[in-house]
């Protein structure tokens, strides 16, 4: 194993891992959960201490942390016992959850299977399920004590779901601090055909490269009261889309790339994002193949949708906008603006 980051927690240390396939599941694990996809790649699993739940957006329920917790008890697990969720950002945002409230508080490890997971989903101690039809609603803030990446498991990952996590990829880049060791927005430009072909090597900078971005953003902010807003450029937009299309439609990363898009968009018109810098980051995102989102929702349902964010304050909604690579900002929009963006006459 080989440690490429860590994050310091007032009760421990999260640290973010790079191993090879037969050290995945390796270490003392006393309940592992899988979903339906992830649970065929593993195979030999024990399936006393094993829990399989569905794949996709409909899991992340108060039904999944039940089951989760139901698992548990059976086992007899205690405080010091471990939960390991091997899978997508659904896997571990509903089972970190239940680890959090179990006992309050039970020994937390990820195994993640994507590419979203490995650089977004497992990263900062965030977990959630929907609630209400709105994403994310109901959450907490419990971090794993270790992060297993192994960009090897990708191979095995589907297309649509590989272009997801790009897009979360993609948007560490234009985050990405001028002081990082990797340039992530070079990095995409130039190897793009390595990247889109999963080139193990390109993988091996390109995860650590994107994970560093996150890193840096949530050691600031750990429990999302100020700067870790950042994180969520495009996603205003984003979780409004799915949230409207009912999580059926769209994958997260086609959410968020339209997000991203419509974020640079309000940012040109209101004269906070550089037009040369918005237009070279709109094609990189078209260039990754994100070009083929059309939408095909009221615009009204979207804007709707918005006023379940978590970034509202006083009861307005703020955007995360970015002036040029690096330089994010928070912004009240007006009304005006937010409609023309939207296409709402």
């Known amino acids: 194993m080989n440690e490429i980051a860590s994050i310091d927690y007032p009760g421990g240390c999260s640290r973010i891992v790079l191993v090879e396939k037969n050290e995945l599941l390796s270490g003392g694990t006393q309940l592992s959960v899988y979903d339906s996809n992830t649970a065929e790649l593993f195979a030999n699993r024990d399936p006393e201490c ?18 989760i917790i139901r698992r548990a008890l059976t ?7 471990m939960i390991c969720a091997i899978g997508g950002g659904v896997v571990t945002d509903v089972t970190a959850l239940a680890a959090s ?81 990797v340039d992530l927005m070079y990095l995409l430009q130039k190897e793009q055909e390595a990247i889109q072909s999963r080139d193990m090597g390109i993988l091996g ?9 996150k890193v840096r953003i949530v050691t600031k902010d750990l429990h999302d009261k100020g700067s870790r807003a950042f994180l969520n450029l495009g996603h205003t937009f984003a979780h409004a889309l799915e949230s409207a299309t009912n999580f059926c439609r769209w994958s997260h990363g086609d959410a968020v790339a339209w997000g991203i898009m419509r974020a640079l968009e309000l940012g040109v018109r209101l004269g906070i994002t550089d037009k040369n810098w918005a237009k070279e980051s709109s094609k990189l995102i078209h260039d990754y193949g994100f070009h083929r989102v059309t939408v095909q929702v009221a615009p009204d ?14 009861n307005r909604l703020r955007f ?26």
């Open 101 to 181: 409230i179990y006992m309050r508080g039970c020994r937390l490890k990820f195994v993640p299977t994507t590419l979203l997971a490995m650089v977004d989903a497992t990263i900062g101690g965030k977990t959630g399920i929907d609630f209400g039809g709105v994403k994310n609603l109901v959450g907490t803030f419990y971090p794993a004590e270790e992060v297993r990446i192994c960009p090897a498991i990708l191979e095995t990952l589907p297309e649509r779901e590989y272009l997801s996590g790009m897009a979360e990829v993609i948007k560490h880049a234009l985050l990405s601090p001028t002081d990082c060791p």
């Open 205 to 213: 900078i390109l995860i650590p490269a994107a994970i560093d971005v």
């Open 320 to 345: 995360i906008l970015i002036k040029r690579a690096g330089e994010p900002v928070v912004e009240e929009v007006s009304e005006v603006d937010l409609d023309a963006v939207l296409g709402i006459e």
């Open 301 to 314: 349902a979207i804007k709707a949708a918005m006023n379940y964010d978590k970034k509202k304050k006083n």
């Open 75 to 81: 086992l007899s697990l205690g405080r010091d016992g």
């Open 50 to 67: 094993a829990l399989v739940l569905p794949s996709g957006e409909t899991a992340k329920t108060w039904l999944s942390v039940e089951r």
